[in-house]
T-cell receptor
Framework: EAGVVQSPRYKIIEKKQPVAFWCNPISGHNTLYWYLQNLGQGPELLIRYENEEAVDDSQLPKDRFSAERLKGVDSTLKIQPAELGDSAVYLC???????????FGPGTRLTVT | GENVEQHPSTLSVQEGDSAVIKCTYSDSASNYFPWYKQELGKGPQLIIDIRSNVGEKKDQRIAVTLNKTAKHFSLHITETQPEDSAVYFCAASNRGSTLGRLYFGRGTQLTVWP
C-alpha cells in the first residue's frame, strides 16, 4: 500500500514569491492534516480536513496561507507571498478518520531566500 | 491547549544498551499518546502508541509506559542498534474531542554508537 505522497520534496524561492505544496493521502483515509515543522522542533498542526471540509484551521495564518481539498482526496497548501520565516518543512499526514493513527508523508523542505 | 515536554533533547548510548525518553503532558483530558521516529530527510513514522486505559505496551524491543496520575509517559528501547539512531517525538491528544489534534514534544536526538 502506498504511503502519503508529497511533492515537491524541496523548494527554494525568493521572498514575496508564491509557492504551493501537494499531498495525496493514503487511499481510503478521510482525514488529512498539514503540519509545519521548524528546525529542531516537533510538527505543529496548520489545518485538518475531514473529507473536503476544513474542520480545524485555527493555526493557519490566513493572511498568506490557504489550503484546499476540493474532491476530498488530494490537497494543496499555498503560501502567497512567502516570507523568510516560512522556511521550514511542511508535512502532510492522513488518518482513516479523526482520532485514528496518523501517517506522515516525507515532507516538503521550503527555503525562502 | 495541551503542552508536551520531552527530555532529554539528545541521548547517546552504546549499541546493546537501553535508551529511555520521557515526556510530560498538561491536559488531563489527553488519552492517546503516540511515539514517532524521524530519520533525516523523512517524515515522522509511527512506532508505537498507548491509550489512557493501558499502563504499558510492548512491541519487540520498544515499550511505552503511561502514568496518568503524574501525567507522564516514557519510551523504552532495549538492545539498541545503530539503525535506531533518529529523532524521536512523543505526542498527546484527546481522541474523544472534535479536534483530536496531536501535540508534539520537541524531540530527542538518539545516537547509538557501534
Amino acid at each position: 500500500e502506498a504511503g502519503v505522497v508529497q511533492s515537491p520534496r524541496y523548494k527554494i524561492i525568493e521572498k514575496k514569491q508564491p509557492v504551493a505544496f501537494w499531498c495525496n493521502p493514503i487511499s481510503g483515509h478521510n482525514t488529512l492534516y498539514w503540519y509545519l515543522q521548524n528546525l529542531g522542533q516537533g510538527p505543529e498542526l496548520l489545518i485538518r480536513y475531514e473529507n473536503e471540509e476544513a474542520v480545524d484551521d485555527s493555526q493557519l495564518p490566513k493572511d498568506r496561507f490557504s489550503a484546499e481539498r476540493l474532491k476530498g482526496v488530494d490537497s494543496t497548501l499555498k503560501i502567497q507571498p512567502a516570507e523568510l520565516g516560512d522556511s521550514a518543512v511542511y508535512l502532510c499526514a492522513s488518518s482513516f478518520r479523526t482520532g485514528n493513527e496518523q501517517y506522515f508523508g516525507p515532507g516538503t523542505r521550503l527555503t525562502v531566500t | 491547549g495541551e503542552n508536551v515536554e520531552q527530555h532529554p533533547s539528545t541521548l547517546s548510548v552504546q549499541e546493546g544498551d537501553s535508551a529511555v525518553i520521557k515526556c510530560t503532558y498538561s491536559d488531563s483530558a489527553s488519552n492517546y499518546f503516540p511515539w514517532y521516529k524521524q530519520e533525516l530527510g523523512k517524515g515522522p513514522q509511527l512506532i508505537i502508541d498507548i491509550r489512557s486505559n493501558v499502563g504499558e505496551k510492548k512491541d519487540q524491543r520498544i515499550a511505552v509506559t503511561l502514568n496518568k496520575t503524574a501525567k507522564h509517559f516514557s519510551l523504552h528501547i532495549t538492545e539498541t542498534q545503530p539503525e535506531d539512531s533518529a529523532v524521536y517525538f512523543c505526542a498527546a491528544s484527546n481522541r474523544g474531542s472534535t479536534l483530536g489534534r496531536l501535540y508534539f514534544g520537541r524531540g530527542t536526538q538518539l545516537t547509538v554508537w557501534p
